[in-house]
């Protein structure tokens, strides 16, 4: 690590020792406390979300910009601040890193600014629920994640329950093919749709053990991609929403950002606010567990890394 970048970068000290040890470690993103759940829901995750990793026999990084430090590994206390705060907090994706840190900021990063982090501190695996895409519509708005574009060039694989029908899927994944992004389905060959197991798209790959996604990220790494890799985890069946209650919340979700003329970074947020209002925090309680689910994975495929 340059002198540079390293003046810029917190761990903390487990996770240091951790990443020195050569154990197994995976990031996990602050966007979903701040902006993707409701408080104190958000900050009760994240602490099973570290508890289950632990579990699993992997250190929890959590990341986020604390005081324009790039941290991986928050205190309980941090983590708490940035539930508390909610949207509030700057919801820090690529563009917003450099600004934050010149600025002495805090941010709670995206998918995007959470690979950068994760790779900068050594770590290669990342569990979260859903990433951004390719949003409906895109076609005039060019509203486009960069989550997909960070896919396409940092060499951290994501575990996620596939995208929310809030995203154009079929898009989606013509973008990460053109990106040169790997899209595997854990056990399934269909696109996983987030609050259900079930989107009718197919991913390019099925892999059926963690050792078997561990390989195919291994000869990532040995071929110098500079890219990552998305893997999709399905929601298990006795958490998952039933498809018409939760399409009908996403519909209607849509049809308000769309009255309200919500754009750009507030999108996404706003979406998610409003299928957990419109389902009576049903779709949050789906949510949680999938994002554990993700956390299990993420944490047996990094052990299986470490070997
Ligand atoms: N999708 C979710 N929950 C989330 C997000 C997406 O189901 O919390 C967050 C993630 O942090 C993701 C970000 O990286 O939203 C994408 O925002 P945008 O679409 O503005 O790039
Ligand atoms: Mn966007």
């Known amino acids: 690590m340059n002198m540079n970048l390293n003046q810029h ?25 701040s902006h993707g759940m409701p408080y104190p829901q958000n900050v009760e995750t994240a602490l099973r979300c570290e508890a289950a990793a632990r579990e699993c026999g992997a250190e929890p990084a959590t990341i986020a910009v604390i005081g324009g430090k790039l941290c991986a590994g928050l205190t ?9 705060e909610g949207t509030k907090v700057t919801k820090a994706s690529r563009r917003d890193l450099p600004i934050l840190v010149a600025k002495k900021a ?7 600014a959470t690979m950068i982090i994760a790779a900068m501190a050594g770590i290669k695996i990342f569990a979260t629920g859903g990433i951004g895409g390719v949003h409906r519509g895109a076609e005039t708005t060019m509203d486009i994640s960069a989550d997909l574009e960070e896919l396409a060039h940092t060499p951290v694989a994501v575990i996620c329950a596939g995208a929310k029908s809030i995203l154009d899927l079929g898009l989606t994944l013509e973008y990460l093919e053109t990106k040169g992004v790997p899209v595997l389905g854990y056990q399934t060959k269909e696109l996983p749709a987030f609050y259900t197991p ?8 099925r892999a059926d053990s963690p050792a078997e996604i561990a390989s195919f990220i291994r000869a990532q790494r040995e071929m110098e991609y500079p890219g990552g890799m998305l893997i999709t ?24 950002a769309d009255e ?12 998610l606010a409003r299928v957990c209002e419109l389902t009576g925090g049903d779709s949050l309680a789906s949510n949680i567990q999938l994002v554990l689910n993700n956390v299990r994975l993420a944490s047996r495929i990094a052990a299986e890394l470490a070997k």
Do not use: W
């Not at 039933?242 to 308000?256: M, S, T």
């Not at 309200?260 to 979406?271: R, S, Y």
């Open 9 to 33: 970068i917190k761990l903390s000290p487990k996770v240091e020792a951790a990443l020195k040890e050569g154990c197994p470690v995976i990031a996990l993103e602050s966007t979903i406390i």
């Open 76 to 84: 309980e206390e941090e983590i708490d601040y940035l539930g508390r």
């Open 106 to 112: 805090d941010g709670a990063t995206t998918v995007a």
């Open 198 to 205: 079930h989107s009718g798209f197919s991913v390019d790959y």
């Open 233 to 256: 985890n399905p929601i298990p069946d006795q958490y998952a929403m039933p498809a018409d209650v939760i399409n009908a919340a996403i519909d209607r979700a849509l049809k308000e």
């Open 260 to 271: 309200q003329h919500v754009k750009g970074k507030a999108i996404t947020p706003f979406l």
